[in-house]
């Protein structure tokens, strides 16, 4: 596609269920990123994929947040038996090798 | 490890003043360096970059300039805008090891008519 493409745009849950969010990068970009950011705050690096591996998982905040991805194409991020602190928006972008990252507009995620 | 420091916000302004916020990093060998701009509401957009020392990254009246030297990329405009109100952040992506961006942590641009 044209741009990075994230789905939901707008996600409310219940604390306690599980959500999944989705994240389409740029056709023919290797690597895709996924980040947090809560309100007000600075970007928090989550995880990277280079093809369908992820070579760095260190910032996973918990193991209630896994992340896959399909081959160079669709990644998800799904976060089990969510918390009012993961309500944040969730950043994906992708790139081809070393070079300029695209982002996203983000999946606004509320949990109530 | 890699790391970059953004003067600390919100940088408050009138229109038409001068803009510089200041962005210094840490990395070995030679990243290539950004700034993003973030709207209210919105994701992060790219607004420059330079991969070389001494490169020039230039849009919509923005400026900074790689300085090996100094190890710095200073955003620079000559005459803001209220449009230009919104949330900077520099990054860079290293020239080798990981290929995870390190950015800094934002700095917030409020300009008053």
């Known amino acids: 596609g044209a741009g990075v493409s994230q789905s939901p745009s707008n996600k409310v849950t219940e604390k306690g269920k599980d959500v999944e969010l989705r994240c389409d990068p740029i056709?023919?970009?290797?690597?895709l990123y996924w980040y947090r950011q809560r309100l007000g705050q600075g970007l928090e690096f989550l995880i990277y994929?280079?093809?369908?591996?992820?070579?760095?998982k260190s910032g996973l905040p918990s193991d209630r947040f896994s992340a896959e991805r399909t081959g160079e194409s669709v990644s998800t991020l799904t976060i089990q038996r969510t918390q009012q602190e993961d309500s944040a928006v969730y950043l994906c972008?992708?790139?081809?090798?070393?070079?300029?990252?695209?982002f996203g507009e983000g999946s606004w995620l509320t949990v109530v | 490890g890699n790391s970059v420091t953004q003067m600390e916000g919100p940088v408050t302004l009138s229109e038409e003043a001068f803009l510089t916020i200041n962005c210094t990093y840490t990395?070995?060998?030679?990243?290539?360096l950004f700034w993003y701009v973030q709207y209210p509401g919105e994701g992060l957009q790219l607004l420059l970059k330079?991969?070389?020392?001494?490169d020039k990254g230039s849009n919509k009246g923005f400026e900074a300039t790689y300085r090996k030297e100094t190890t710095s990329f200073h955003l620079e405009k000559g005459s803001v805008q209220v449009s230009d109100s919104a949330v900077y952040f520099c990054?860079?992506?290293?020239?080798?090891?990981?290929?995870?961006?390190?950015f800094g942590r934002g700095t917030s641009l409020i300009v008053h008519p």
């Open positions: 972008a992708s790139s081809f090798q070393r070079n300029t990252i695209y």
């Open positions: 056709s023919g970009h290797t690597a």
């Open positions: 994929f280079q093809g369908n591996s992820a070579p760095d």
């Open positions: 990395a070995t060998g030679y990243p290539s």
């Open positions: 330079a991969t070389k020392a001494d």
């Open positions: 990054a860079l992506i290293p020239s080798g090891g990981s290929y995870i961006p390190t």
